[in-house]
Nanobody, 114 residues
Framework: QVQLVESGGGLVQPGGSLRLSCAAS????????GAWYRQAPGKQREFVAR???????AYTDSVKGRFTISRDNTRNTMYLQMNTLKPEDTAVYYC????????WGQGTQVIVSS
């Protein structure tokens, strides 16, 4: 079993930045990679970004050039740096990882509003 705990969400003005963190109870990100998803009110959960075990990254089109996914294997932590935030980025953000099981965090709320 792996526990994932997100942090770093909050209220930010349009154009601002936030960095989300996802702390794992063991080193799963370095071995298997991880991903960020988000769910806006009234919408389905959607993929945001992922990082592979080898370090390769991928992003959904709407965040390319604004968001950066990274990880620190020494801290068993994955990050999502979010810049130039827009109101449409408002959502609950979840981190995820998988070995033979899939693991999800509890989510952290991001609100982009003036």
């Amino acid at each position: 079993q792996v526990q994932l705990v997100e942090s770093g969400g909050g209220l930010v003005q349009p154009g601002g930045s936030l960095r989300l963190s996802c702390a794992a109870s063991r080193n799963i990100f370095g071995a298997y990679g991880g991903a960020w998803y988000r769910q806006a009110p009234g919408k389905q959960r959607e993929f945001v970004a992922r990082i592979s075990g080898g370090g390769g990254t991928a992003y959904t089109d709407s965040v390319k050039g604004r968001f950066t996914i990274s990880r620190d294997n020494t801290r068993n932590t994955m990050y999502l740096q979010m810049n130039t935030l827009k109101p449409e980025d408002t959502a609950v953000y979840y981190c995820s990882a998988a070995d033979i099981y899939a693991y999800w965090g509890q989510g952290t709320q991001v609100i982009v509003s003036s």
